[in-house]
């Protein structure tokens, strides 16, 4: 075998850090939290709970980029406000199922539903 394998390998272009090292910092948190990767990433469903705390915007749906979701609940709550009881029933499961929903991100369970 007189043949030779060459491997070309293309020099790695480092790009120039835009920024203080403080928001370089935060910006890298916040994509391993929306990743679901990392040590942050693992810290995304306790995230999601606070940010679900937020009352009548659903954020936490919105977090977990189930837009259609939040929004079909926002729409929901203002027959339920009529009645308190059901909107706070509403609001509480909410924060459960973006909760549940964050950890399947985290496990790697795409399935969301």
Known sequence: MDEELVVHLNPVVHHPQRGPKWLRVIQEI?????????????????????????????????????????????????????????????YLWSIFDAWKNALNVVHGNQDQS
């Open 30 to 90: 916040w994509r391993e939290i929306t990743f679901g990767v990392g040590t942050w990433g693992a810290f995304r469903p306790v995230f999601t709970v606070l940010v679900a705390l937020i009352p009548f915007l659903f954020l936490g749906q919105h977090f977990n980029r189930e837009h259609q979701k939040a929004t079909d609940w926002s729409l929901l709550q203002i027959p339920l406000a009529l009645t308190i009881l059901l909107w706070i029933g509403l």
